[in-house]
């Protein structure tokens, strides 16, 4: 078995299944290269607030230096209880792709339109809404700290790379120039490898 650039202390065989049949799609699909570094600080990402114990499991580039993407395989800390003795330590993994961005938009989340958040809005608007994109504006729930700098961020072409996102289950978030998009799903190589292209394609748009 090929060694895998990614901590798999504490993580089952379906796991570490997932994990490699997703490196080698990746590697089938793009330049891959790796990083010692991580590549986004998680700290700042609202999405990870929800768990204790989170870490970077690894770090890929993903056609360096022609685009600014990258994947993050996140390791989240869970317990088994088994009845018996103490509860057994448990790594499940998430996969986010990130891009460095051309502009600052601020703190921003971006995500499917719902019934939920239409309700919503009407008792709480903040959520953005573009007069001139009402397309965009039906599809995604957009919602932001800095309204001004996100409207000069979200070009016309950064909402056209957006709109051509066809998985229903994700989630966006940014913190000034750093992008990250996924969800809190298991490992899936074909999901990933879609992620990847929405991120590499992302950190092009001017």
Request: hydrophobic share 40%; charged share 25%.
């Amino acid at each position: 078995m090929e060694k895998l650039p990614f901590d798999t202390t504490d993580i089952d065989a379906g796991e570490l299944q997932a994990l490699e049949h997703s490196y080698k799609a990746l590697r089938s699909k793009f330049k891959v290269g790796l990083t010692q570094d991580s590549t986004f600080d998680i700290k700042k990402f609202d999405v990870f607030n929800n768990y204790k114990d989170v870490i970077v499991g690894g770090s890929l580039l993903i056609d360096h230096p022609e685009s600014g993407c990258y994947l993050t395989f996140v390791k989240v800390h869970t317990q088994i209880q088994n009845g018996r003795g103490p509860a057994r330590d448990h790594y499940k993994y998430q996969v986010w792709a990130s891009a460095t961005l051309r502009s600052d938009f601020g703190r921003m989340s971006i995500g499917r339109e719902t019934v939920v958040d239409k309700i919503l809005s009407l008792a709480y608007p903040t959520e953005m809404y573009f007069k001139d994109d009402p397309a965009f504006s039906k599809k995604f729930n957009v919602v932001a700290d800095d309204k001004e700098k996100a409207v000069k961020a979200m070009t016309k072409a950064f909402r056209n790379a957006l709109m051509e996102i066809n998985a229903d289950d994700f989630v966006i978030e940014i913190v000034n120039s750093t992008l990250i998009i996924g969800n809190i799903g298991p490992v899936d190589p074909k999901q990933t490898v879609y992620f990847a292209e929405i991120a590499s394609k992302l950190s092009r748009v001017k």
